[in-house]
């Protein structure tokens, strides 16, 4: 896929850079920042554009923080968005996860592009694709280029997909949880990986640990041969190690903990789907999983992409269930205990972007806004009603509690420019084609309406 839209270098001028420290607290350095193709490749009070090919942004009254990482998701669902906001997990899964089942390969293509739009849109330049939707070769490979032409950097974990046999009077599922093809495609596309300069690469994903051991082992150690990076498992066969991401990992027990913490494997918590959907208390903050902890958004078919939105939803629930725990009176007037908070913004921060690079194994590449590393950033309204005066005390606090996604004006990925000045810019659906977010929006819309026809006449 052409990357035309890369230019030879960009120099962000005169913002505030929020830098991490060796401790993993945040400081904003007023500097420029030159990128030279796919990398940082320079901090400094005062940098001289390389060349008159190098595209200048003024970035004065800019923050400028590193791009949001995403660590479990389910891209293909952006058709069904709407359908679930009084949904627990019971009425979700049919309903949603297996009208998946209905797709096509191009309503699947469509599917990812929307998806990586709005991530894109709010700041998220990398996601964890657990896409759930393998129904036969083609739908992965359109699965795949939604991603390539997004500009969104991702891992497509490839699953082994539950689907329905027959909807009515009860769902049915089929016997077959990994066809004939599923392992030669995986082989086949391990060969491919990375695609598109480094940005798309290869994991797997599986929520299959009701089938036999002899299975899971074989698939895992097929795939341990092939690919690479970001697994998405909960694994209890010897097969957890530092490429494993356990999505959710509610109600653990201490035991499951220490192994996952010795393992070095990482978690993933989703705030919003979890508190909604009864999939328990999320973890992400607890003193267990620190320092081993990621956030998701998981379906934006029931909620919004911002992984903004999710760090300040899990920031003010864990502050709310501390006090609780503690049965302090909320108005402190009964307590003989002063409570301080213990969650802080900077920790929410931490979780999508150093955290969630170290969980998908690209902590030296993402996550932070150094020399070197890969080129995710997103560029932010220092002076827009909401940012204005927090932006300049705090610009951690500032984009955790005060921004939206209008902050967000510029975002950048792998050195290419994907929103400027507050617009998507236009994506590559194919090798000769470009379409701005208007078109595809359409094209979205169309197949969204196909498939509420669909859904209506199979499983309505
Ligand atoms: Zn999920």
Redesign the pocket.
Same mark, same amino acid.
């Given at each position: 896929m052409l990357e035309s839209s890369r230019s030879t270098s960009i120099l962000l001028r005169g913002g505030v850079i929020l830098q991490h420290d060796s401790g993993g607290s945040v400081t904003g350095l007023k500097a420029d920042l030159l990128i030279s193709g796919d990398r940082i490749t320079q901090i400094h009070p005062k940098i001289s554009p390389p060349g008159d090919e190098t595209t200048i942004i003024n970035c004065h009254d800019k923050l400028i923080s590193p791009g949001f990482i995403d660590t *479990?998701? *389910?891209m293909w669902q952006t058709q069904l968005k709407g359908r679930h906001g009084n949904h627990n997990l019971a009425e979700y899964i049919p309903t949603g996860h297996l009208t998946g089942g209905l797709y096509s390969p191009e309503d699947v293509f469509f599917g990812e592009l929307g998806a990586a739009a709005e991530s894109i849109d709010a700041g998220t330049t990398t996601v964890v694709d657990?896409s759930h939707v393998a129904l036969s070769p083609s739908h992965v490979h359109r699965a795949i280029d939604g991603l390539v032409a997004s500009g969104l950097r991702a891992f497509f974990c490839l699953v082994p997909t539950i689907q329905a046999e027959s909807w009515k009077p009860v769902v049915k599922l089929k016997d077959t949880l990994i066809p004939d093809w599923f392992l030669p495609l995986l082989g086949n596309l391990a060969e491919q990986m990375p695609m598109a300069d480094g940005r798309i690469k290869l994991g797997l994903g599986f929520d299959g640990f009701h089938l036999p051991r002899e299975e899971v082992v074989s698939l895992y150690q097929q795939a341990k041969k092939q690919v690479f990076d970001a697994i998405n498992p909960l694994a209890d066969y010897d097969l957890l190690g530092p490429n494993v991401i356990i999505? *959710?990992a509610t109600g653990m027990t201490d035991y499951d903990t220490a192994r996952i913490r010795a393992a070095g494997a990482f978690i993933s918590s !989703?705030p919003s !789907?979890e508190l909604q959907m009864g999939l328990g208390e999320p973890v992400c903050l607890k003193e267990d999983f620190y320092g081993i902890s990621s956030l998701?958004v998981?379906?934006h078919s029931a909620v919004s992409a911002s992984l903004v939105n999710e760090a300040r939803l899990i920031l003010q629930h864990s502050r709310a269930m501390r006090v609780q725990e503690k049965d302090i009176d909320p108005v402190m007037q009964n307590s003989k205990e002063f409570l301080p908070i213990m969650d802080l913004v900077m920790d929410v921060f931490n979780l999508i972007t150093i955290s969630g690079a170290q969980a998908i194994g690209m902590g030296d590449q993402l996550g932070q806004v150094q020399e070197g590393m890969l080129a995710d950033l997103v560029v932010w309204d220092a002076t827009s009603p909401g940012m204005l005066a927090a932006a300049q005390h705090d610009p951690v606090a500032a984009i955790i509690l005060h921004s939206s996604i209008r902050d967000v004006e510029t975002v950048i990925v792998n050195g290419v420019l994907r929103k400027h000045e507050g617009k998507l810019m236009p994506f590559h659906v194919n090798r000769e084609e470009q379409k701005d977010w208007k078109t595809v929006s359409k094209d979205i819309l169309a197949s969204r309406e196909k498939l509420e026809r669909l859904i209506q006449n199979t499983c309505g």
């Amino acid at each position: 896929m052409l990357e035309s839209s890369r230019s030879t270098s960009i120099l962000l001028r005169g913002g505030v850079i929020l830098q991490h420290d060796s401790g993993g607290s945040v400081t904003g350095l007023k500097a420029d920042l030159l990128i030279s193709g796919d990398r940082i490749t320079q901090i400094h009070p005062k940098i001289s554009p390389p060349g008159d090919e190098t595209t200048i942004i003024n970035c004065h009254d800019k923050l400028i923080s590193p791009g949001f990482i995403d660590t *479990h998701r *389910h891209m293909w669902q952006t058709q069904l968005k709407g359908r679930h906001g009084n949904h627990n997990l019971a009425e979700y899964i049919p309903t949603g996860h297996l009208t998946g089942g209905l797709y096509s390969p191009e309503d699947v293509f469509f599917g990812e592009l929307g998806a990586a739009a709005e991530s894109i849109d709010a700041g998220t330049t990398t996601v964890v694709d657990y896409s759930h939707v393998a129904l036969s070769p083609s739908h992965v490979h359109r699965a795949i280029d939604g991603l390539v032409a997004s500009g969104l950097r991702a891992f497509f974990c490839l699953v082994p997909t539950i689907q329905a046999e027959s909807w009515k009077p009860v769902v049915k599922l089929k016997d077959t949880l990994i066809p004939d093809w599923f392992l030669p495609l995986l082989g086949n596309l391990a060969e491919q990986m990375p695609m598109a300069d480094g940005r798309i690469k290869l994991g797997l994903g599986f929520d299959g640990f009701h089938l036999p051991r002899e299975e899971v082992v074989s698939l895992y150690q097929q795939a341990k041969k092939q690919v690479f990076d970001a697994i998405n498992p909960l694994a209890d066969y010897d097969l957890l190690g530092p490429n494993v991401i356990i999505s *959710h990992a509610t109600g653990m027990t201490d035991y499951d903990t220490a192994r996952i913490r010795a393992a070095g494997a990482f978690i993933s918590s !989703t705030p919003s !789907t979890e508190l909604q959907m009864g999939l328990g208390e999320p973890v992400c903050l607890k003193e267990d999983f620190y320092g081993i902890s990621s956030l998701g958004v998981d379906c934006h078919s029931a909620v919004s992409a911002s992984l903004v939105n999710e760090a300040r939803l899990i920031l003010q629930h864990s502050r709310a269930m501390r006090v609780q725990e503690k049965d302090i009176d909320p108005v402190m007037q009964n307590s003989k205990e002063f409570l301080p908070i213990m969650d802080l913004v900077m920790d929410v921060f931490n979780l999508i972007t150093i955290s969630g690079a170290q969980a998908i194994g690209m902590g030296d590449q993402l996550g932070q806004v150094q020399e070197g590393m890969l080129a995710d950033l997103v560029v932010w309204d220092a002076t827009s009603p909401g940012m204005l005066a927090a932006a300049q005390h705090d610009p951690v606090a500032a984009i955790i509690l005060h921004s939206s996604i209008r902050d967000v004006e510029t975002v950048i990925v792998n050195g290419v420019l994907r929103k400027h000045e507050g617009k998507l810019m236009p994506f590559h659906v194919n090798r000769e084609e470009q379409k701005d977010w208007k078109t595809v929006s359409k094209d979205i819309l169309a197949s969204r309406e196909k498939l509420e026809r669909l859904i209506q006449n199979t499983c309505g």
